[in-house]
């Protein structure tokens, strides 16, 4: 096992009924900005109740930040921080919300001349300023995590960033909030948080028994629980465990100590950044090609994750490897996400050749958890994809 740090410092509120703990645990005399999306909250009644938690504190709001959170968008909330001089953020959303609020956090805090060089100087965000969440779907763990990707359309870019600075001071999560997300975005939340645990546990043995067995049985209970949610979303049973697999699948535990690929998502935002595709439906495309064409390098894995998540006992190793890709392939198709880029959009041709060009153009040296991935590598596992 390697060596590891961890501290993960958000206080998670779980359960139903607990939106009245927001006026407890927002510090007093806060200043709060509210930001959330498109308007899901006011039709789910999420709006409504979170405000009402909110009265003895000076409160202001902007909505309208878009999936993918864009930055030219921020930078108007930017404004809205500086003018009303809030000094407490409240993310109310999903992903897109909660990682828009995190690059506020930091810009608001941020010294130099222009906030984009935060997404571009890959420099961690180590003071921000103080944030919490109440989340409205589950998928990216940015609830529980300390990171976060913006866009920039203008550019056609799509930039990870984070730091220790950018942990929520704490997270609301009612289960309650999945019985009103349409069937697209639970299947996103589904595959998204199984992508989280492959990427950090489909790499090479390292005598990490704990992580390992932790992410196999993160993934068995997503699995277990994906054909029950998508049946009957309204179950409390059902979306307390969609959610709770969400969050544990990415808020550092079972990343420590143990090697990390991250290529499929490095990829994946390529392609969100470029046709706009979902970013858990990039992953579902990228996922056999990158396994397929890593196979003999993530050999022992794949045959552990045959074995111990999909239960494939015949067959010699490789056939155990491949058996397990193509189950992974099937669990995507059974909540309805296609599994090829021709399938998202018709100008596909020369998708790999930019991804190709665009990490070179950035200097990346090598992805995956041995870092030896090189952009020639992407172009091939891209085209895989097609
Ligand atoms: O905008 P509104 O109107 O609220 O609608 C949203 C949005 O259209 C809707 N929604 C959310 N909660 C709802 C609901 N609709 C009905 N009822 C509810 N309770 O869902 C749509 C998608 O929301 P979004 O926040 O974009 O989805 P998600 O949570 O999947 O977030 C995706 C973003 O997170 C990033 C992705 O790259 C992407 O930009 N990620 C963040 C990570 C992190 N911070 O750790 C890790 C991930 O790998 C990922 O990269
Ligand atoms: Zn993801």
Redesign the pocket.
């Known amino acids: 096992m390697n060596n590891f740090n961890f501290k993960n410092p958000t206080k998670i509120i779980f359960g139903k009924d607990t939106y009245h703990k927001l006026a407890t645990e927002i510090p007093e005399n806060s200043r709060i900005l509210m930001l959330?999306?498109?308007?899901?909250?006011k039709?789910?009644g999420?709006y409504e109740n979170v405000k009402k938690n909110l009265s003895k504190f000076h409160l202001e709001e902007f909505g309208g930040?878009?999936?993918?959170?864009e930055y030219s968008v921020l930078m108007d909330a930017l404004k809205v921080i500086k003018e009303k001089k809030i000094d407490f953020l409240l993310a109310v959303?999903?992903?897109?919300?909660?990682?828009g609020t995190?690059f506020l956090s930091s810009a608001a805090l941020y010294d130099g001349a222009d906030p984009w060089e935060i997404l571009t100087s890959k420099r961690p965000t180590l003071n921000a300023m103080k944030f919490a969440t109440v989340l409205?779907?589950?998928?990216?763990?940015?609830e529980m995590?300390s990171?976060?990707?913006?866009?920039r359309a203008e550019f056609k870019q799509?930039f990870?960033m984070?730091g220790a600075g950018l942990f929520p001071q704490f997270s609301i999560l009612n289960p309650e909030?999945?019985?009103?997300?349409?069937e697209r975005?639970l299947a996103?939340?589904l595959a998204?948080s199984f992508?989280?645990v492959l990427e950090q546990y489909m790499t090479y043995p390292i005598d990490a028994n704990l992580q390992d067995r932790f992410a196999e049985s993160i993934m068995q209970s997503i699995l277990e629980v994906a054909p029950k949610l998508m049946k009957d979303q309204k179950n409390y049973k059902n979306a307390a465990n969609f959610m709770w697999n969400c969050t544990m699948a990415?808020n550092g535990l079972i990343q420590k100590g143990v090697p990390n690929d991250w290529a499929i998502?490095a990829m994946?935002?390529e392609l969100?950044a470029l046709y706009g595709i979902?970013?858990?439906r990039t992953?579902a495309i990228l996922t056999e090609s990158h396994y397929r064409y890593n196979l003999k390098d993530k050999e022992e894995k794949l045959v552990q994750y045959a074995e111990r998540v999909w239960g494939i006992t015949n067959g010699n190793d490789e056939e155990k490897a491949e058996k397990a890709i193509l189950k992974t392939t099937e669990f995507f198709h059974s909540i309805g996400i296609k599994t090829k880029l021709s399938e998202y959009t018709s100008e596909f041709k020369g998708t790999a050749e930019e991804i190709e060009s665009r990490f070179e153009s950035r200097g990346m040296k090598g992805i995956g958890e041995r870092g030896t991935l090189t952009p020639q590598d992407a172009k091939k596992i891209v085209e895989l994809a097609y």
């Not at 959330?36 to 909250?41: H, M």
């Not at 930040?65 to 959170?69: A, K, L, S, T």
């Not at 409205?136 to 940015?142: D, I, K």
């Not at 990171?147 to 866009?151: K, N």
């Open positions: 959330y999306g498109g308007g899901s909250i039709k789910n999420i930040i878009p999936p993918n959170p959303g999903g992903g897109s919300v909660i990682d995190k409205t779907l589950p998928a990216t763990g940015s995590n990171g976060a990707v913006i866009t799509k990870p984070g909030v999945v019985y009103s997300i349409p975005q996103n939340g998204d992508t989280h990415l998502h994946g935002h969100t979902d970013h858990a992953l």
